[in-house]
């Protein structure tokens, strides 16, 4: 199964998040140099999650920083819902970005991006 969708550069998708407190709907950043979905600190308290004491240290453009880490419930993108996904969480609003989905939910699919033509395809391996 593959599901191919029209998209801008850089990429962002519709993608469901989902935790103690049911679901939520934002758009992503499709980010192949993420190793981890991100999301950010109002949608994790919206679906019930606390900032855990656990941080992981990330690089970003501005240095390294520090974000708590979770566990989301699941991720679903383009079809596709995946349990238990590593996540952290970072205030990225300030970007235009609601979240990162990174390699720790795309690891399990083939993705493809074509730029000139404006789409991304995502399959199972």
Do not use: C
Request: no cysteine.
């Amino acid at each position: 199964m593959s599901r191919r969708v029209p998209v801008r550069i850089p990429p962002i998708i519709p993608i469901r998040l989902f935790g103690p407190r049911g679901s939520k709907d934002v758009d992503a950043l499709v980010d192949t140099g993420s190793t981890y979905v991100i999301v950010s600190p109002e949608d994790a308290r919206d679906l019930g999650y606390k900032p855990s004491a656990r941080v992981i240290p990330i690089a970003t453009a501005g240095g390294i920083v520090h974000a708590p880490f979770l566990r989301l419930h699941a991720v679903e993108a383009l079809g596709f819902r995946q349990q238990r996904i590593p996540a952290l969480i970072k205030d990225i609003t300030a970007s235009g970005i609601e979240a990162i989905l990174g390699w720790s939910f795309l690891n399990q699919y083939r993705l493809t991006i074509h730029a000139t033509r404006h789409w991304l395809e995502l399959a199972r391996q």
